[in-house]
């Protein structure tokens, strides 16, 4: 997800992707604790996806 989509959206609808995006986070690395987990690139995209998200929501509150 690129930034340029993210500050397309709405308000209502980036916090609730950063929810989705948080939790597959948590099931992600609960996966890669137990050793379930082929694909470790994808904690590092979610990690930024959240990252993005928290930026742009953080943005708008101080506009």
């Known amino acids: 997800m690129e930034a340029r989509e993210i500050r397309a ?3 209502e609808e980036i916090q609730h992707r950063l929810d989705e995006a948080q939790e597959e986070f948590f099931n992600l ?3 890669w ?3 379930q987990l082929t694909d470790t690139n994808r904690l590092t995209q979610v990690k930024r996806d959240i990252a ?4 742009i929501l953080r943005e708008r ?3």
Do not use: D, I, N
Request: a positive charge; zero cysteines.
């Open 9 to 11: 959206m709405a308000t």
């Open 29 to 31: 690395r609960f996966q």
């Open 33 to 35: 604790s137990t050793r």
């Open 52 to 55: 993005r998200l928290k930026t």
């Open 61 to 63: 509150e101080l506009a």
